[in-house]
């Protein structure tokens, strides 16, 4: 069983509109999170990572951890084309081990 | 920016032959990784290591080994191989210190 559950898993916005993906732990000792984005024929890339309660924004991607709940969350806000892609979160028990990856959400932008 | 390099890109392969993948990065990180990739799995850890002369089992071990014979270089071998190991293959590195992994451009491998 996967230890990282990720929701949709696929979904399509306007351009210009907001995405919003989820991502669950199901082992508390995982409370380390990643967000990473994978275009097509690329490997994945971090976009960034959370590792306490609230908010985390770095330009039009905001991330928030709730820990009680092991849920944390990605809003892109102003999505352009070229933000579709498939995206992953990770979760780890610590910042240095190994993380484990969710099956990925879909993001479709169009034009 | 740090950089992962593998080999080969595209690989086609026998049942029951061997396949080694490798994978080489060039930014003294400490931890290594491999993943595969396939539809509604997402990435799965294989095997990883924290350093030249290390490695542990990931998630989904069986039919795979690992070496890392060096801080540079970090190996996937499939004694034998089987068409269930057909998947998209990644290697990754990382430091504590970064929070983040880097990923290789991946290895595309048929079984047949």
Redesign the interface.
């Known amino acids: 069983q996967q230890k990282v559950q990720q929701s949709p898993e696929s979904l399509s916005v306007p351009e210009g509109g907001m995405a919003s993906l989820n991502c669950t732990s199901s082992d508390r000792n995982f409370q380390y999170f990643w967000w990473y984005r994978q275009h097509s024929g690329e490997g994945p890339k971090a976009l960034m990572s959370i590792f306490s309660d609230g908010d985390k924004k770095e330009g039009r991607f905001t991330a928030h951890l709730n820990k009680a709940s092991l849920h944390v969350s990605l809003h892109i806000r102003d999505s352009q084309p070229s933000d579709s892609a498939l995206y992953f979160c990770a979760a780890s028990p610590s910042d240095n081990n190994a993380p484990r990856f969710g099956a990925g959400t879909k993001l479709t932008v169009k034009p | 920016e740090a950089a ?1 390099t593998q080999s080969p890109r595209n690989k086609v392969a026998v049942t029951g032959g061997k396949v080694t993948l490798s994978c080489n990065q060039t930014n003294n990180h400490n ?1 290594m ?1 491999w ?1 595969r990739q396939d539809t ?6 294989i095997h ?1 290591s924290y350093g030249a002369g290390s490695t ?1 089992k ?2 989904i071990p069986d039919g795979y080994k690992a070496s890392r014979p060096s801080q540079e270089n970090f190996s996937l071998i499939l004694e034998l191989a089987t068409p269930s190991q057909t998947s998209v293959y ?1 290697c ?1 590195s990382g430091d ?1 210190a970064l ?8 290895t595309r491998l048929t079984v047949l």
């Open positions: 992962v931890n990784y993943y509604g799995h997402g990435l799965r850890l990883y542990e990931g998630d990644f990754a504590w929070y983040e992994q880097y990923f290789g451009p991946g």
